[in-house]
């Protein structure tokens, strides 16, 4: 199961490793333009000029500047591996072999299916890398992986924090949000309105999966002494133009135990991540390991070719 950490929605698998987490990649305020490296640069060795290889930064760079959105997305990727992999190693948590050996095949189907009739998985990966299928294959079973954890490693730490389970209408037009406000504060039945809000929920009554209790800002703050049948908003996120309203149902205790992987794994095929709980967990681990959401310099180096320094 491939999933973007943003939508929470199956990714095609033949794009999982293409396109890694760029779903995961929308503007974000935090995002700035670090300083340029300083020290040794990294080479890439694989791309030489008269002898000279190239200068990490300068591809860097380059990156930045060409695709400035993609480059967040994988900002971002990298900081949600590394997040999942410091998670798992402080709760214990480690890939399931037998849950990765199917996601490997379905993704391979998912790229054969893709194919032309006559190309083979070799021929694909050479022409798409420049890589023989081995390299890929190996490549692809790390980014399903990290995905896996990612995905174990959310709703573990969403049940250990305790969770808050509501409704939520989501709207562009203000005065509609307002509107939704009024009626659930008279007593409206938010399943009702459902219909219409831009985003129903994943069974269509406005209802979503339980949220880790650290949520984004303003709600966090809304919800924290508030009691079931609440309501709250209309508000907006933090660089979201859209509208909210939510109606509280409960709020689900922590769970002193964490639920082992397998458990965890039939939970998410039974539900996939949302993208609230995406966000949720993502700004939640850059407030806890003092992460920096930044881009690259773009800025290149003075020359794009280095001589390799002796070992």
Same mark, same amino acid.
Request: net charge neutral.
């Given at each position: 199961?491939?999933?973007?950490?943003?939508?929470?929605?199956?990714?095609?698998?033949?794009?999982?490793?293409?396109?890694?987490?760029?779903?995961?990649?929308?503007?974000?305020?935090?995002t700035?333009?670090?300083?340029?490296?300083r020290?040794?640069?990294?080479?890439?060795?694989?791309?030489m000029?008269?002898?000279?290889?190239?200068?990490?930064?300068?591809?860097?760079?380059?990156?930045?500047f060409?695709?400035?959105?993609?480059?967040?997305?994988?900002?971002?990727?990298?900081?949600?591996?590394?997040?999942a992999?410091?998670?798992?190693?402080?709760?214990?948590?480690?890939?399931?072999?037998?849950?990765?050996?199917?996601a490997?095949?379905?993704?391979?189907?998912g790229?054969?299916?893709?194919?032309?009739?006559?190309?083979?998985?070799?021929?694909?990966?050479?022409?798409?890398?420049?890589?023989?299928?081995?390299?890929?294959?190996? #490549?692809?079973?790390?980014?399903l992986?990290?995905?896996?954890?990612?995905?174990?490693?959310?709703?573990?730490d969403?049940?250990?924090?305790?969770r808050?389970?509501?409704?939520?209408?989501?709207?562009?037009?203000?005065?509609?949000?307002?509107?939704?406000?009024?009626?659930l504060?008279?007593?409206?039945?938010?399943?009702?309105?459902?219909?219409?809000?831009?985003?129903?929920?994943?069974?269509g009554?406005?209802?979503?999966?339980?949220?880790a209790?650290?949520?984004?800002?303003?709600?966090r703050?809304?919800?924290?002494?508030?009691?079931?049948?609440?309501? #709250?908003?209309?508000?907006?996120?933090?660089?979201?133009?859209?509208?909210?309203?939510?109606?509280?149902?409960?709020?689900?205790?922590?769970?002193?135990?964490?639920?082992?992987?397998?458990?965890?794994?039939?939970?998410?095929?039974?539900?996939?991540?949302?993208?609230?709980?995406?966000?949720?967990?993502?700004?939640?681990? #850059?407030?806890?390991?003092?992460?920096?959401?930044?881009l690259?310099?773009?800025?290149?180096?003075?020359?794009?070719?280095v001589?390799?320094?002796?070992?």
């Amino acid at each position: 199961m491939v999933t973007s950490c943003w939508s929470g929605k199956p990714v095609p698998l033949a794009l999982a490793l293409a396109l890694g987490a760029l779903a995961c990649g929308g503007p974000s305020s935090r995002t700035e333009v670090a300083f340029p490296w300083r020290g040794h640069p990294a080479l890439l060795s694989e791309i030489m000029l008269d002898g000279r290889a190239m200068d990490a930064r300068a591809f860097t760079a380059e990156t930045v500047f060409m695709f400035p959105d993609e480059s967040r997305a994988m900002v971002r990727s990298l900081l949600r591996g590394e997040f999942a992999r410091l998670e798992a190693e402080r709760m214990g948590y480690q890939v399931d072999p037998d849950e990765l050996d199917t996601a490997v095949a379905q993704s391979v189907n998912g790229i054969r299916a893709g194919l032309a009739e006559d190309q083979e998985l070799e021929d694909w990966a050479q022409g798409r890398y420049g890589r023989n299928w081995s390299q890929v294959e190996a #490549v692809l079973r790390r980014h399903l992986g990290d995905n896996q954890l990612y995905q174990i490693v959310l709703r573990a730490d969403a049940m250990a924090a305790g969770r808050y389970q509501f409704h939520m209408l989501i709207g562009a037009d203000p005065q509609q949000a307002e509107q939704w406000a009024r009626r659930l504060r008279k007593g409206a039945d938010p399943r009702m309105l459902a219909r219409e809000s831009m985003d129903p929920g994943p069974k269509g009554d406005s209802s979503f999966p339980p949220v880790a209790v650290y949520l984004p800002e303003p709600l966090r703050s809304k919800l924290k002494s508030a009691k079931a049948g609440a309501v #709250v908003g209309p508000f907006q996120f933090e660089g979201d133009q859209l509208w909210r309203v939510v109606r509280l149902e409960s709020r689900l205790p922590p769970e002193n135990r964490p639920a082992p992987a397998v458990v965890l794994l039939e939970q998410l095929r039974r539900q996939a991540i949302t993208p609230l709980e995406a966000r949720t967990w993502f700004e939640e681990m #850059v407030r806890r390991y003092t992460a920096q959401e930044r881009l690259p310099s773009l800025l290149p180096p003075a020359q794009a070719f280095v001589v390799p320094k002796p070992e």
